[in-house]
């Protein structure tokens, strides 16, 4: 059996003018693998009638099934949906459920109806409309020449809806599909090229319908073996040579799933049922951020004191004045009295404190930018670690955020 | 003068299985466009022979310059430099300035040289060399047939720094670049269609060399006005229009500049010489992290107190036990108090506070899932407001701290 390909569009001026980051194609295209559809080809183009009219004809010669999203807004510059219209030589008339659904939500949000919503209603004739149950532009699923078409609203939360009600399962119904299958690990503190020297004689004898995947993640990588196919016996294989591929990388093993660290973090504190909170300075909150992404997190996080400001670090976090006067706030004393602070007013069974200089500004010679102090700990012990970054503001505060999520993981394994 | 068009192609099997987002392609083109060069379409593919190759043929075709990222890594699935090689006619020879950089790269990291890490100094001789000051494969630069072909690594960082010291000078350099000039403002609490309703005539009546787009973001819409050229005569006529628009728009401005919000609330404290902080439950930190996002932040803002467990509203924030046992933490009473404790324990003018069900559990009759109480204030008073949001739990999170962020610029404003 021939893979089925995928092309996913995406259109917008927004896209290529770089004011809107493209999260909309990842989620298809874990979603679409999910059920055994390989991405081929992601493009993105601008709301330029020419340039999608060529994607169009491009695409369809090179996939089976080709994804849009975006150009379906109320306004003047959406055309993609007048351009799907011609393109499948159609005529638009309105849809009864979609324009209902247009009512209901102006009718919710209390607003007037004008004519350019009511016009978010109307469809090509030709098409299987995709009701928008999270906003006004209806979804359409066009087919021509066994190629099948399928046009989405650009906004994410909309998207996601209409791909997990509709589309996903529709393309289930339509076609056959060979899944594939994937294994995932996490290693943290060795390099790619390390990893690849250390697993190379694995990598090379894998049977060809497996393939292995380097995935580098802020300091960690991820390895990914993906099997074609879910039948027992290929997935005999694949779990075989999994736990080959764990056995060669235990001991900087993280995690044999495809989770984050901080839901790792999460599952460990859960399994021996224990609580933490942070201490962040120089994260500013973002290590807080990332373990309350995760559902279910109040069951074992109970919160964080962001000390941005000495005075902070002094009144909430208990540290001493002389101890900032003399060895400052980023140093190992300060985000060990963090710590103590923090497992003292917050009454958790551990504790994460960062204190560090993440730049542009404020580097000193002694303690130049992507100095940062770490500490990890519970009643009975603490553990420091100072790190030296030469990133960009942004990516220091991510790597720190990383590293420390991963010192707290080692410490409760070993505590 | 003819514009000068790109194309953007990004390489990596990491791109089309979703496990990456691609936030590569839209610093590229925010910067390019700085410069005058408009991107025509951005491609990801796979690291797969036969797809590459198509897509340069296609491409250069298209577009003027070509821009390619990823596929430089040490291991196996990194084919792009020995296809970029064949591609070009060329043969692979050690780049001597490259080769150092490898070995002094490594010898910081302390760590052995291997084989395939000396082979990333190797560069196809019918290139110019693009040195990596911040990692170890090198940019290379090809020209062929009036094209111009740029590879950068597919790390963010790494591919950053070769764009911002390298590639840009020297494009515009090498061509008589036609700048293009954006103004941007941002509006908040009125959706798309209204905008567009209010401002036909305005839109209507754009001379041809001047654009209009509309941005929708978190709730808020930005509106971009973009002229093609910097000559007095253009500049002179964008900014008496984008004046125009700003009277038009007034009532919902946010700011008249391309900044985000949590920028736009740190100028304002700057300039009345006020600080602020906040007590986060629901929203985990993520304001906080917007905040300190920004360098010199440490200026305006002193910390935040992530209260996610309620006796942390109790013991770090003041709340008391009888509001939380009888109105429960998501309630105005409690984001009241918890403003009061904030500015009292962490001493700041401002103080802004969340507290709500950001599901996907956690959800009663009387308070669903999305349901949301935001305060702000000062001493002499505080502002409340509920919010019921509609989305999955990191949507919610994100739409609360923009809401969260513009009652605070507005009550700031109106102090």
Redesign the interface.
Known sequence: MRPVLASIITIG???????????N???????L?KVGI?????????DVWK?IWQSLD?ESKLSNIILITGGL?????DITKPLLCQYFSGRLIVDEAALNNVKIIFEKLN?PL?E??LKQAEVPDVCTVLQNK?GTAPGMWFEKDGRIFISMPG???EM?GMMLNDVLPMLQTKLQLLPIV?RTLLTAGI????L??RIKEF?SSLPTNIKL?????YGMV?L?L?ATGNDAKTIAELEALFDMLKQQVSDVMVIDEDISLQEAVGRLLISKNKTV??A?SCT??????L???I????NY?????????N??KE??LNVSHQTLETMGAVSEDTVVQMIKGTLH???TDYALATSGIM????GTNDKPVGTVWVAVGNREKVRTHAFHF??????N?EMTAHNALNMLRKFILEA
Do not use: W
């Open positions: 001026d927004e896209l290529l003018i770089g004011q809107t980051i493209d999260t194609s990842a989620f298809m295209a874990q979603e693998n390989s991405v081929h080809r992601r493009l993105a183009i601008g340039d491009e807004g109320p306004t003047a510059d607003r004008l350019r919503n999270r906004v994410p939360h996601k994937h390099g790619e090229s390390f690849a020297e990598e995947a380097y995935l580098p993640n991820k990914r993906s909170a942070t962040e500013g909150g973002y290590i807080s951020h373990i309350t992404s559902r279910g997190s109040s996080f109970k919160g964080s004191v962001v000390s941005y400001d005075e902070v009144n909430i007013n917050l009454k730049g542009p500004d404020g030469r990133f960009d503001r942004q990516r505060i």
